[in-house]
T-cell receptor, first 114, second 108 residues
Framework: DAGVIQSPRHEVTEMGQEVTLRCKPI?????LFWYRQTMMRGLELLIY????????DSGMPEDRFSAKMPNASFSTLKIQPSEPRDSAVYFC????????????FGQGTRLTVV | QQPVQSPQAVILREGEDAVINCSSSKALYSVHWYRQKHGEAPVFLMI?????EQKGHEKISASFNEKKQQSSLYLTASQLSYSGTYFC?????????FGAGTILRVKS
């Protein structure tokens, strides 16, 4: 298996633009997590899906952020409109079964909002 | 709410040992340990699921004391490749939440 695949790897956008980050989890995994990593706040959990259903989105910072998982092999994280403080590395991770099994992380998307 | 890690950073010479601690103010049922090298994604090391459990991974092992709500990661005879940031993760509700990380640097 190729592991968790994220795209794009790098994204530079202007403030106010819409940004869409993409994730393909490992086949057979039923849980998917979106994390944001910054120097100031570390690794923050944004949202957690189980069987394509959002279980907990309490970490989503604002209404500007939204996430979807239309099927078991694809998820998106959208920021609209983007702001400079959204600049961070966004990781997607998947696991076989919830939060009690090993999480496999994608290589991340480095987002820069100017 | 997140687990608390200590120390924040540690510098070692090759061959030295280190201990990284992780504690929680809430009841712990499991502890995850991950390592992240600079510019890379976090990589799983181990999960401890039972109180008092110990597990090992090469020369890296960990203990989990459920009653004390804490876990420790032991790095023995450190190698240059051990350098990175170590994160402990705990499950609060359904969520895997990570501590702030411990930066480990091994010097030759």
């Amino acid at each position: 298996d190729a592991g968790v695949i994220q795209s794009p790897r790098h994204e530079v956008t202007e403030m106010g633009q819409e940004v869409t980050l993409r994730c393909k989890p490992i086949s057979g995994h039923n849980s998917l997590f979106w994390y944001r990593q910054t120097m100031m706040r570390g690794l923050e959990l944004l949202i957690y899906f189980n069987n394509n259903v959002p279980i907990d989105d309490s970490g989503m910072p604002e209404d500007r952020f939204s996430a979807k998982m239309p099927n078991a092999s694809f998820s998106t994280l959208k920021i609209q409109p983007s702001e400079p403080r959204d600049s961070a590395v966004y990781f997607c991770a998947s696991s076989l079964q919830g939060s009690y099994t090993e999480a496999f992380f994608g290589q991340g998307t480095r987002l820069t909002v100017v | 709410q997140q687990p608390v890690q200590s120390p924040q950073a540690v510098i070692l010479r090759e061959g030295e040992d280190a201990v990284i601690n992780c504690s929680s103010s809430k009841a712990l049922y499991s502890v995850h340990w991950y390592r992240q090298k600079h510019g890379e994604a976090p990589v799983f090391l181990m999960i401890l699921l039972k109180g008092g459990e110990q597990k090992g991974h090469e020369k890296i092992s960990a203990s989990f004391n459920e009653k004390k709500q804490q876990s420790s990661l032991y790095l023995t005879a450190s190698q240059l490749s051990y350098s990175g940031t170590y994160f402990c993760g705990t499950v609060y509700g359904n969520k895997l939440v990570f501590g702030a990380g411990t930066i480990l640097r091994v010097k030759s």
